[in-house]
């Protein structure tokens, strides 16, 4: 998918384990694996505003887009 | 708006298939299984195409046939006798009396009770999938996919029977006042019940496509 989730980029800038982020943003283990992994298909307004509250970022800190796995990918 | 209660009737048509498939794998069984003891067995196809095996001392064969009938000799007048007409062609059944077992007859209703119990058995796991709250699968587009070539092979299963059985008696029997006709017939509604299950597919491979969108939602 051309939009890519840099989860792993601000987490490890802001020293925060994937379990800790979890329990703050209120979302399982699971949900936020499938985010950083980049298997997500959709983010909700609320997961993003609770991520970037508690890693206290921007949304365009969070999410990238790449020109070139356009073609393949599902957007 | 009350609340469908889909999960209860998913259970009870599973439990259903599950039940008719069992019930036709031990009857077969058990007409097979009477065979080496001795006792005939004797194959029964209804004039539609419908298979069914019996077995006993008195068991015969049946035949389905297409006759049409020699002009003037089957009038039929109308109860206040005010219109009056005649039969020209109809379908029946042929009682063999000798214990004759045609092997086409044996064959194709073989073929129709296995494509039963392969429908049935789709069916049981497309409905035991909704009972279970997961009907939204990939292996359920594929089984409902596999239902509709299903019912377009038994239909053709049905029809080659039927032809054949038609096309054995107009051959080998001869009757007063009949001529035995042997014509291929497909049945358009089960076509069109194969192209239904086709659209199903489709309306369960999108909701599929939905399901896999919603669970992937972060």
């Known amino acids: 998918m051309p939009i890519r989730v840099k989860l792993d980029h601000v987490m490890l800038d802001r020293r925060m384990s994937l379990t800790d982020l979890a329990s703050r943003v209120g979302l399982t283990l699971a949900n936020l694996s499938i985010l950083k992994t980049n298997k997500a298909r959709a983010i909700r307004f609320s997961t993003l505003e609770a991520l970037c509250r508690e890693l206290k970022c921007q949304p365009g800190d969070l999410l990238a887009w790449t020109a070139d796995e356009d073609a393949s990918g599902r957007s | ?218």
């Open chain 2, 1 to 218: 708006m009350g609340r469908l209660r889909g999960p209860t009737v998913a259970k009870a048509l599973a439990a259903l298939f599950t039940g008719l498939w069992w019930w036709i794998v031990l009857a077969s069984s058990v007409v097979v299984a009477l065979i080496p003891l001795g006792l005939n067995v004797g194959v029964q196809i209804g004039p539609n195409g419908e298979p069914n095996f019996v077995a006993g001392t008195a068991a015969q064969t049946m035949l389905p046939v297409a006759f049409e009938i020699e002009a003037g000799a089957a009038q039929v007048t109308s109860v206040d006798h005010r219109s009056s007409g005649a039969i020209e062609q109809s379908i029946g059944m042929l009682r063999l009396t000798r214990p004759e077992r045609p092997w086409f007859a044996i064959a194709g209703a073989a073929v129709m009770v296995g494509l039963v119990l392969w429908i049935l058995a789709e069916l049981a796991a497309v409905c035991r999938s909704v009972r279970d709250g997961q009907p939204f699968a990939a292996r359920n587009v594929m089984r409902i996919r596999r239902l509709a070539l299903a019912f377009v092979l038994a239909e053709v299963a049905r029809a080659a029977v039927v032809y054949a059985a038609n096309a054995y008696v107009a051959a080998q029997f001869a009757a007063d006042h009949l001529r035995f006709t042997a014509r291929p017939h497909i049945d358009a509604f089960a076509v069109v019940s194969a192209l239904i299950l086709l659209v199903l597919a489709e309306v369960f491979r999108t909701g599929t496509e939905l399901d896999e969108d919603q669970s992937l939602t972060v």
